[in-house]
């Protein structure tokens, strides 16, 4: 089911209907309040209808406006929605780039299907985002070394109340204008910190469960964890640090994956974070493009200063962070995901110890920075890549 | 989080502002296809407004219309969603009642919260929904006999993109003509059958963990598991069957509890449903029901030919069932829920085994039959109980 029957249109990211705003929206000021509230989209959105009989239809290009959904709708009862963070950047050569967009197409391919919502190629995605780029790039995005937030997104809209497998659907992408955390952080006025502080959750919450959908970007994976997320933000943690099963496996962090460099127990230089293999976490693009750039570039040599590490994917436990923490063996740990890129961790609170994970001089060693500089030079044409996606033909 | 804070207002069912429509809607006839389309409501919808810095605005009344939704609404990507499933009923005196609202607004309330959306006293919902009815009872209800599907609803309407808890909040209350399953059966087209066909889940889909959210009435917890019904109902069969764990517990099937009567391993005669302790299932009104007047009426005395049982909330396996099955054991089963009220059961296929669990002689014995004949006697007033919850005043 979802997935896309014989004789229904597939979806085909090369034809629109193009309807254009005649009432351009206010670009809001890097950090002015329209941007921290994380609600101020572009002038245009993109929608493209499914029905199970007639398959998509033409894509469409509109200005920015609220969705009419029918209150009997399933995206409001039955959470038949799935979704994708990106980012486009606008490089130091004025060209506008995606990273990787093909992994989040196929990944939303998958959640969709996931939602017994339809299927799709996944190339189709980066299409329609670029589409809405090429119109509203050039006004929204006008600065080299800044990006837009990109919101691809699958919902059930049709009017069918009944508990069934969804008939209508709409995918739209609506960009919006994102606060750089890093930058932010450079604001006077903020407490300067080496790191984030996370908060280990409680036995008695669990984000995601072997046989469940933890892998997959849903809605369903959200709301219900947003009450842990904002305990720890209550007490002054920036995100939830997820375990899972009695030995207590460090699965993902918020909405971003964990990863940790340490000396292991034989003394070896790693950089682990969570496996995929029983599909408790969510497969972060930035988090294959960790590993992926750590096993090209850091396995064998030097680079700088940093000295070479093996990258593993393996169940690691709180238990094993802590002790590696009290043996002076954490070298650094970071987080990696869309809206937070790559940022160091400072220390995690479990059951109220609190666990050092900056290394042993109190420092990040320098590998989240590397690795975060390798992909902002292919995010923002620094590099030529093949990650990276050029989005031609803007509407100037 | 998600709780009433102090000085802002809380949720108030005695107010209205009430816009009445001057379009009037047709109303389907029974078993229509516009009845089967599950989406037709009445005239009217409730809505009340939530903000995190006033708290709940006055309800309205208003022409049943689609919401206007942002793009970047947290119900659309977060699933911040939640809601009841109800049943209004024109008794054959007359008027209009509302089985336990009570019980239906205090999960609700739970519900809400679960998904960091705001909560209200439980008792108010009771009185949202009965203005609705007053307003559309008379010419959607007015048969005696019948019943109006009612679904309040909360969801996080805000614009706010961020991955944080809904600083707005919509609940919202719908009525829709609903096939009456049971009617429908008798249709002479339909296959004749003794029960429902239950296909039990497999090893590696479950719908819910201990940590999770499976007790409360979210959204998340259907989208996910559309898939595993869609393909149960593509195999021929009416729901699917829960099972978790490695011990494979029967859970709850679908959208309803699961109940069997059996002579236990000792010859005892019992009614088992699984137990609410591990938060796996959701505590069905009509479950809790059941379970209290089983153990008023026929825990000590026969009820015509129904010899007296003991109703028990314990966890019980598939392979139980199997073995009962194989010795003869099981008396009948059912299941339980607002939708498909009281049903019973003839099959259950686990791993391609067919287990028959109906009685002996292959037919129900009786007992699923006679507690519907009493709720039915309550919902529709042939018997006073404080159970039903009359709505008086109606807009003749």
Chains 1, 2 share one sequence.
């Not at 005649?22 to 670009?27: E, G, I, Q, S, W």
């Not at 919006?176 to 959750?201: H, I, N, Q």
């Not at 790559?342 to 609190?354: F, G, L, R």
């Amino acid at each position: 089911m979802g997935s896309v029957a014989p004789n229904v249109a597939e979806l085909d990211g090369s034809k629109f209907n193009i309807t254009r705003s005649t009432n351009l929206r206010d670009v809001p000021l890097p950090g002015s309040p329209e941007e921290l509230s994380h609600s101020h989209c572009t002038d245009h959105m993109v929608t493209v209808k499914w029905t199970a009989a007639n398959g998509w239809e033409t894509p469409e290009v509109k200005p920015y406006q609220n969705l009419s959904i029918p209150p009997t709708a399933s995206v409001l009862h039955y959470a038949t929605e799935c979704f994708e963070g990106m980012k486009v950047y606008r490089g130091y050569d004025g060209k506008l780039r995606l990273f990787r967009p093909d992994c989040n197409g196929e990944r939303l391919n998958s959640s969709s299907q996931r939602s017994s919502l339809p299927g799709f190629k996944y190339d189709e995605v980066k299409k329609l985002v670029a589409k809405l780029l090429q119109i509203d790039g050039p006004r929204w995005l006008p600065n080299p070394g800044s990006f837009l937030y990109i919101r691809p997104t699958v919902i059930g809209n049709g009017p069918h109340l009944g508990v069934q497998v969804p008939k209508e659907a709409l995918l739209f992408i609506i960009a919006v204008p994102w606060p750089d955390f890093t930058k932010m952080k450079k604001d006077p006025e903020a407490e300067p910190r080496k790191g984030l502080r996370l908060y280990a959750s409680s036995p008695d919450t669990i984000r995601a469960w072997p046989g469940g959908f933890g892998y997959a970007k849903l809605g369903a994976n959200y709301g219900p964890s947003l009450q842990a997320h904002g305990k720890a933000q209550a007490l002054g943690f920036d995100q939830i640090l997820w375990l899972f099963g009695p030995d207590r496996q460090v699965t993902e962090a918020g909405a971003s994956n964990f990863f940790i460099i340490w000396h292991n127990t034989e003394g070896k230089l790693e950089l682990v974070t969570a496996p995929l293999e029983n599909q408790l976490i969510l497969p972060g693009v930035t988090r294959r493009s960790v590993l992926e750039l750590v096993r090209e570039r850091l396995s064998q040599n030097f680079v700088g200063k940093l000295a070479p590490l093996e990258a593993v994917e393996r169940t690691l436990t709180i238990d094993d962070i802590e002790k590696a923490s009290k043996e002076g063996r954490i070298v650094e740990s970071f987080v990696s995901g869309t809206a937070y890129f790559i940022t160091p961790v400072a220390m995690i609170q479990n059951e109220n110890t609190d666990i050092n994970t900056l290394g042993a001089n109190g420092e990040p060693a320098g590998y989240a920075a590397q690795i975060k500089s390798w992909l902002e030079a292919i995010m923002f044409g620094k590099e030529e890549h093949d990650w990276a996606y050029t989005i031609d033909n803007e509407e100037k």
